[in-house]
């Protein structure tokens, strides 16, 4: 132990190669140990680079789009943890110990990663194809949705409704698997009809109708012509 130890006790901790002593420390010093970390990219950016061979700009625009597609912080923290890869699956779980095994959820045959969840499982592609055929209905787009589109969103502006409904549909898989259940696209409707008519309350209470219609115009065309035929 050097003269500087002895007189400072405990305290000094490591910071990569460098060992920082609060007490003998200058302002300068904390100031270099705060923003040692910045401009570091987390785990989940890089995975999401590697994973769908992403630019930095393009992954940044994906986390950037996070902060639009709900005002709700419990929906927006939900896409977050996601791609953070923070989510805990059964590969996760098992290797903590916290389950017995790392099968999936739903059809209880492949290892549960966050992949397989969301988007791999048969049973999840059967929600996903009925996700696409609701779509269709909204947008008279017919369009097959991959997993890069499904786990990050569409990057274009124009998507702002496509990308709020599968950041719902994700949450819908998510609670379908806590509660061992398998995701029914119909229970997943009826979700999407509570949170438009919420945020049509909101709206109206708030008087931002606007904003409230031109996120849900397709919707809301959907529910005029049900109307109408009925
Ligand atoms: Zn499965």
Not at 134 to 153: R, T
């Amino acid at each position: 132990m050097d003269d500087n130890s002895r007189k400072t006790g405990s305290l000094e901790f490591c910071c990569g190669e460098k060992v920082f002593d609060p007490v003998l420390c200058k302002s300068k010093q904390f100031y270099e140990l705060l923003i040692a970390k910045k401009g570091i990219v987390s785990r989940g950016f890089t995975k999401l680079k590697n994973d769908f061979d992403l630019d930095d700009i393009t992954v940044s625009k994906v986390f950037l789009n996070l902060l639009s597609v709900s005002s709700e912080t419990f929906i927006r923290s939900f896409q977050l943890k996601l791609l953070d890869d923070i989510v805990f699956t059964n590969k996760r779980l098992a290797k903590i110990g916290y389950v017995p095994h790392d099968t999936c959820t739903f059809c209880k045959e492949e290892t549960e990663t966050i992949y397989h969840l969301f988007y791999e499982c048969p049973f999840t592609l059967l929600f996903w194809e009925n996700f696409e055929k609701f779509w269709f209905v909204l947008s008279g787009k017919k369009e097959k949705f991959m997993l890069q589109d499904v786990y990050i969103g569409k990057l274009e502006k124009s998507c702002e409704l496509l990308n709020y409904l599968m950041v719902l549909a994700k949450l819908h898989i998510w609670q379908s698997r806590k509660q061992d259940k398998i995701p029914e696209c119909e229970v997943f409707l009826k979700q999407v009809d509570v949170k438009y008519r919420t945020e049509k309350y909101i709206a109206v209470k708030n008087n931002t109708q606007k904003k409230f219609q031109a996120k849900w115009l397709l919707y809301r065309w959907h529910l005029d012509l049900k109307n109408n035929s009925s």
